[in-house]
């Protein structure tokens, strides 16, 4: 096979000189003529009955321009999972801090918040649910939904989603939303072959993907009747069908344009609340709003990181083999479903994507409770069990006095082999990633420790991400008669590099520079159908796509040339723009020959347009919830990190980190690089510094100077922070990728802790380490050892 | 309150208009200049997507409120080519792969300028204290600060 020129090459991104330049637009760039500005009245208290909602003094505000209650909204509740949540209170409940209640558009922003504080509202405030423990119970102090059993599966779920309102467990707890269970082998027996019994209870915390970019939107009704947004989402197309299924109409009735994305990582998934809001000020306007959140909006109104609390039991024969494991989570979902009501299940995949354990155990169930709603966010699940299931495997490792390595790979699933839930590996190069880790960062190497209160430390964990299957992507390729092309797509570009990933295989499949390859995005209007960047499936499905229209796009050009040549057309290649014969390429011609007029029309067909279109193969679940194929792969990163821990202050810094991960081929190198040393710092921050607070249901953090993400000097230097990759080509993927957006940060979270206890021997057990949690934990050990 | 007049350079060039007293030098830039390029994060001071140079030296748009830099020079991202020519710091970014989503891209770009007027060849522990102020979510920040060492051997 010959050398690829362009794939595998790191070639800078297309997109980074109008970002460095300043004119990459994001939703809040856009201005719409006669655009209003629109604020959202939220509620105070986490759980309230309105009692009353007089707008009467905002309507006559100065610059007022609209002014809506939940009178004036589909009375319809809405979701991506179990449809739960109104877009403004049409039942009169309002179920976490700043739950929408009314909204006003506005001529400015000023205008808009003075508006605000004219809206008179009465609230009765209710008794709340603010922690997991009341979530579950059969008697909670507050039923958050009383109608729950007669919620509605969001339609275009209702194939995949199974949800039992008959099941127990949902019937019988009031906030029970969802439960998920597993079963494989004899659990029973498996722990009575173990040599060794762990259990362990773990816990993660409420955390936010603190994107740079803040949500928010822009809506018109134009004159034909159709709704335009400009928003920052990860999934344009699905918040269109979500759009149409809120208001009970055909997706055709909206047109969204999808600019940049300043980060999305799982926060920007599906219909958000400021959406349907925004359309109806516009509505009622009859002119456009733009609603941005603020900060604290974003940290309290969008979905966050899901809190899991995950009790672990394990089983081990003492050569470390892991015959059973038996595992309980308790999830917390926030105020309502969204994706949590489907993280219930796919966290699960976190503890079965890895290691082949024969008898395996699982109930997972998620919880209502009145704060802000927790789904997916990087990882959507995965890094929270990652936490428990790499930390008790180098307990284990410990008490069996094997070498954590070694453990760990005696245990890897092998390509082939059949997981947990039925799901066949298809591709892994996990075992190569912990050896490379664990090389690089010198685990089991003597440490040289200086005098001090601060204790150096070492470990590795390994993590991983499925691929959601059963998704759809849809690219076109044009040819030009200068032998330019030009793609259209609609994955996401939120910073991941897909848009400039596809330049690249369109340049290879047609042998032009990069320069000749153009790539059009984001707008419903004009570019295919994509289920979104979400999953980490873009690079996959839209690449796959992509390469199938390219090869449509070169039969096209191929049929015209052929008999022009008087070759056959599969006897033709194209390159740089001219089309010959491969046995022979002296007999070719430029692609300006395949148009007439001038190059105005094609001489068949019109245009040379490819059509390509990929969906993963699916096979769902049988009654048994068992499936050899729900998820397309999984990819995996390692890490190794080296910390330095004060034992008298509980500060973690992180001296070394090295990551190693498997994504199938990378199309780019460097782009592969960078989201695995963003994967690690992001994980830095919910290992060791990210939590959101909160009393009663109140607020603690929603903003930076009190919810510290990681700066440039929580990093080691540069030279001690290397991503490396190890990678198993996949066969079914785009010149063999993977996906790679979010096995980048799963196993942060447990290599800080395995090298915080090979520093000074605790272990917190509770997500984030922050300082106060490890102190503690270091006080009563000295404690224990006094005594 | 009346609109007061407020005189500003920005990018070399002058501009005369009149602003409410408590509209901040983003709002300003962003608003009535249209130079969008000066982004929004946290409207709090402390993401430091907002930045720009006043009289050279890296502020946070989002904490000056317009009239405090009236009559002064002011340079956003927009400012830092010259026609064709990329700033080094901007090629640097490109060719380190510093970018990625690309919104603190012309934060952590004013930051490292304002740096690169004091200090022609900061070392690496000056670029990093240099940088704290601009938040990344992305990138893990490792090749924004090999960027900015890049940039040194460019200029």
């Not at chain 1, 509620?43 to 209650?69: F, Q």
């Not at chain 1, 918040?113 to 909670?140: F, K, M, Q």
């Not at chain 1, 009575?192 to 209870?201: G, P, R």
């Not at chain 1, 990093?715 to 990759?725: G, I, L, Q, R, S």
Request: one cysteine or more; aromatic letters at 6%; glycine letters at 10%.
């Amino acid at each position: 096979m010959a050398e690829l020129q362009y794939v595998g090459k790191s070639i800078p991104r297309i997109d980074a000189k109008e970002k460095v330049l300043g004119g990459a637009m994001f939703t809040d760039d856009f201005k719409v003529p006669r655009m209003l500005i629109g604020k959202i009245l939220r509620s105070p208290y986490p759980h309230a009955r309105i009692l009353r909602i007089d707008t009467s003094k905002a309507e006559k505000a100065p610059g007022v321009r609209a002014v809506i209650t939940a009178g004036d909204v589909p009375p319809v509740r809405w979701s991506t999972t179990i449809e739960d949540q109104y877009i403004l209170p049409v039942d009169n409940i309002v179920r976490k801090i700043d739950d929408p209640v009314a909204a006003v558009a506005a001529e400015t922003l000023e205008a808009a918040e003075e508006a605000l504080e004219l809206i008179e509202v009465d609230y009765e405030s209710l008794p709340i649910v603010d922690n997991i423990d009341d979530g579950y119970a059969e008697n909670p102090p507050a039923i958050l939904h009383p109608g729950k059993l007669q919620y509605e599966i969001y339609p275009p779920m209702s194939v995949t989603y199974r949800w039992d309102r008959e099941d127990p467990v949902i019937k019988d707890r009031p906030n029970v939303l969802q439960v998920f269970r597993i079963k494989r082998g004899d659990i029973e027996r498996g722990f009575q072959e173990a040599d060794l019994i762990l259990e362990n209870t773990f816990e993660t915390a409420r955390a936010h993907h603190c994107q740079m970019e803040t949500h928010g939107c822009i809506a018109w009704i134009d004159g034909n009747g159709i709704v335009n947004l400009i928003t920052s989402s990860q999934t344009p197309f699905l918040d269109r069908i979500g759009l149409a299924r809120i208001y009970r109409c055909s997706p055709e009735k909206f047109r969204i344009i999808n600019p940049y994305v300043g980060g999305g990582f799982g926060g920007k998934y599906g219909v958000k609340e400021e959406q349907p809001i925004a359309i109806e000020l516009a509505r009622k306007a009859g002119r456009p709003v733009k609603i941005i959140l603020t900060r604290r909006e974003c940290f309290l109104t969008t979905e966050c990181r899901m809190p899991i609390r995950t009790r672990l039991k394990d089983g081990y024969k003492k050569d470390g083999t892991l015959v059973a494991r038996d595992v309980e989570m308790k999830m917390d979902i926030g105020a309502y479903a969204q994706l949590g009501a489907m993280l219930v299940k796919n966290a699960c995949f976190g503890l079965v994507g890895t290691y082949n354990i024969p008898n395996f155990n699982l109930e997972a169930a998620g919880v209502y409770t009145n704060l802000p709603r927790a789904s997916a966010y990087r990882g959507v699940g995965t890094p929270e069990v990652t936490w428990a299931a790499e930390q008790q495997m180098e307990i284990a490792a410990e008490r069996l006095g094997i070498n954590p390595l070694e453990i760990r790979i005696k245990n890897l699933l092998q390509k082939g082999d059949v997981d947990v839930t039925g799901q066949i590996m298809a591709s892994t190069a996990a075992k190569e990633c912990l050896e490379t880790v664990a090389r690089e960062i010198g685990l089991g190497e003597k440490i040289s420790q200086e005098p001090g209160p601060w204790k150096k430390g070492r470990g590795v964990a390994l993590g991983n991400k499925y691929t959601c299957a059963g998704q759809g992507a849809v690219v076109t390729v044009r040819v030009f008669p200068d032998g330019m092309v030009e793609v259209r797509h609609n994955a996401c570009e939120m910073g991941q590099g897909t848009h400039s990933a596809l330049a690249q295989m369109a340049a290879e499949e047609f042998g032009i520079s990069m320069e000749s390859v153009r790539v059009v995005r984001g707008d419903t209007a004009t570019t295919p159908y994509d289920a979104g960047s979400w999953s980490s499936r873009s690079i996959f499905h839209t690449g796959n796509a992509l390469v199938a229209a390219c090869r449509d796009a070169k039969q096209q050009m191929f049929a015209i040339a052929g008999p022009k040549l008087g070759v056959p057309a599969n006897e033709l290649e194209t390159r740089s723009g001219i089309i010959y014969r491969k046995s022979l390429p002296s007999v070719s011609m430029p692609a300006a020959d395949l148009f007439a007029l001038g190059g105005l029309i094609a001489l068949e067909g019109g245009e040379i347009v490819g059509k390509g279109s990929y969906i993963s193969p699916i096979v769902l679940e049988n009654e048994s919830g068992q499936s050899e194929r729900m998820v397309v792969y999984y990819a995996y990163t390692a890490f190794g990190v080296e910390v330095a821990v004060n034992e008298e202050t509980g500060e973690i810094k992180l001296l070394k980190i090295v990551g190693c991960g498997d994504m199938g081929q990378p199309i780019n190198p460097k782009m592969c690089e960078v989201q695995i040393e963003g994967g690690a710092i992001q994980g830095v921050g919910g290992a060791i510094l990210e939590e959101m607070k909160f009393d009663d249901g109140i607020p603690l953090n929603p903003n930076y100077v009190d919810y510290k993400i990681p700066t440039v000097m929580d990093t080691p230097v540069v030279e001690n922070m290397n991503a490396m990759m190890a990678c198993d080509p996949f066969e079914e993927g785009p010149f063999g990728a993977k996906g790679v957006g979010e096995s980048t940060l799963s196993a942060m979270g447990p290599a800080i802790a395995n090298a915080v206890y090979n520093a000074v021997g605790v272990r917190t057990y509770g997500l984030p380490m922050s300082r106060e949690k490890l102190w503690r934990v270091l006080q009563e050990k000295k404690a224990m050892e006094g005594k | 309150m009346e609109k007061k007049l407020l005189k500003l350079r920005v990018n070399g060039e002058d501009y005369e208009f009149y602003v409410e007293p408590w509209h901040t030098l983003q709002a300003v830039l962003r608003n009535e200049l249209g130079l969008t390029g000066t982004k929004k994060g946290c409207d709090s001071g402390y993401c430091g997507a907002c930045t720009v140079l006043v009289d050279n030296k890296a502020v946070k748009s989002c904490l000056v409120m317009s009239r405090q830099v009236h009559g002064k020079d002011i340079l956003t991202v927009e400012g830092l080519a010259k026609g064709e020519e990329l700033d080094p710091l901007q090629q640097a970014f490109i060719d380190g792969f510093a970018v990625q989503c690309g919104f603190c891209t012309p934060g952590m770009l004013m930051s490292a300028k304002a740096l690169f007027m004091e200090n022609s060849s900061p070392s690496e522990q000056e670029i990093r204290e240099a940088l704290t102020g601009n938040l990344c979510r992305c990138t893990g920040y490792k090749k924004i600060v090999e960027s900015t060492q890049l940039a040194i051997s460019k200029k």
